[in-house]
């Protein structure tokens, strides 16, 4: 399905496989501020079409178990999620307090 909204494109997806997987996206076209090139590789700033990606799949194991993938992709990259990816430890820990440096000029005095 495709709806237009002036400067916005909303495409949606959405699809059963054979083996009963499911899949569902949306994309929406945007227009932006951004870096475009000529054909001479000049750099300029204007308004750039971006696009905004939304999905979710699904897929059961040969064990019966089943696992769900969600995403977005946009300008702040790709980000997957699903209870079945793994996860970065995440480490607390207390950063080094650098000394003070006090600079003196040669003869024993501060210099401010």
Known sequence: MAAANGDLILLTHSYAQSDYTTREESQVQK???GVTYDSYG??????????????????????????????????????????????????EYELPVAPVHIPFNGKGYKIY
Do not use: I
Request: aromatic share 12%; charged share 20%; proline share 6%.
């Open 31 to 33: 227009k932006m501020q």
């Open 42 to 91: 000049k750099e300029s700033y204007g308004e750039v079409l971006g696009n905004t990606n939304k999905g979710s799949s699904y897929w059961v194991s040969s064990e019966g178990q089943k696992f769900t993938l969600t995403w977005a992709a946009d300008e702040a990259g790709f980000q997957p999620k699903g209870d079945h990816l793994p996860v970065a430890p995440v480490h």
